[in-house]
């Protein structure tokens, strides 16, 4: 990184939709709430959404992020992540006599009431995701013996099952929509009779961002993308972004421009994935502005009013107090 600005692109050009989805706000909003209503501290498993500003600004608040439900002292207050957990740790939660607060996406808890209703049925299911993702162990979690996970069109080449007749599929929510496109259609054509969800697990925060950024994409040289390196949505944006011709590089936010990117760059097109905040991007915007970009403007894609209501626990104690 350098501090003698030179380039600058004059035409700045905003994904629409990006940034907050419905799932992140809630969960964030249940921090918040929980801090508001009981004080510091507050423990929340894991970290609440993938983004390090997230995190630094609720632990300033008085968060306390762990990495496991264990490490919370007995009897105190802990919220749950938005990528949700796998049934043990509701159990360990409950022998320490914590008091929990679950903050799991809903859509992710459609993907867990898949899985648990498949293996109730006798049905092996392929899970389509990234191992070691905090999504993914969660789900596996409903069902760790009849659930097998596949990464890859090649996995899918090697994989062995006990009964193709009796056979589903599930995904993370937050993969690549193309790339999974492919490794269903590879699971169709080995094994006829797997059966899916009457939904896509993709969310649609995940399928909109996609459509918006390969749109944008098409209309700038590079584009910039406002997500933390454990996001896996904003790593896929990034992806899809270089699928359709723009460079394009994850950033945490504006001080982590390279002077190198913008060399001979007339449009940047600027982003930013399902966790990231939008005065992160408010703040890359005034880093061109100051640097001369005069031509500011949104493509806007695809319409979104997806809201979800807080976790029932929190909505409780709102009611009681008043609030
Ligand atoms: S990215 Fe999708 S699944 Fe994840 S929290 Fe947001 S809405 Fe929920």
């Not at 009981?38 to 008085?62: C, D, F, Q, W």
């Not at 919370?72 to 796998?86: K, N």
Request: charged letters at 25%.
């Amino acid at each position: 990184m350098s501090s003698t600005a030179t380039a600058a692109p004059k035409r700045v050009l905003l994904a629409a939709p990006r940034g907050y989805c419905a799932g992140v706000d809630r969960a964030v909003e249940t921090v918040e709430r929980a801090l508001d209503l009981h004080g510091a501290p507050v423990y929340v498993r894991k970290e609440i959404v993938h983004n390090k500003h997230v995190v630094e600004e609720l632990t300033k608040r008085g968060a306390i992020f762990v990495e496991q439900e264990t490490e919370v002292p007995e009897g105190e207050m802990v919220v749950f992540s938005a990528h949700g957990v796998a049934p043990a740790v509701h159990e360990n939660a409950a022998a320490r006599r914590l008091r929990t607060i679950d903050a799991t996406c809903p859509l992710v808890t459609k993907v867990h009431v898949e899985a648990r209703r498949f293996a109730e049925d006798g049905y092996t299911i392929v899970m389509i995701g990234h191992e070691g993702h905090e999504e993914v162990e969660g789900t596996t979690g409903e069902a760790p013996d009849s659930i097998v996970l596949v990464q890859t069109v090649e996995e899918v080449a090697e994989l062995e099952v006990p009964d193709s007749e009796r056979l589903a599929f599930i995904t993370q929510t937050t993969l690549s929509v193309d790339e999974t496109a492919e490794i269903i259609a590879a699971l169709r054509a080995k094994f006829p009779a797997i059966v899916s969800p009457k939904s896509d697990d993709i969310c649609y925060a995940t399928t909109n961002r996609q459509i918006a950024v390969k749109q944008l994409a098409r209309e700038c040289d590079l584009v910039l993308v406002i997500g933390s390196t454990n996001s896996s949505n904003s790593n896929r944006l990034v992806e899809v972004a270089r699928e359709h011709g723009a460079d394009s590089y994850l950033i945490d936010n504006h001080l982590q421009v390279d002077e190198a990117w913008l060399e001979g760059i007339e449009t940047v097109g600027i982003t930013s994935g399902a966790s990231a905040p939008e005065e992160l991007v408010e703040r890359l915007v005034a880093f061109f502005r100051e640097r001369g970009a005069d031509d500011i403007s949104e493509l806007r894609t695809v319409d979104e009013d997806v809201r979800f209501m807080l976790p029932g626990e929190i909505r409780e104690e709102l009611a009681a107090s008043g609030a």
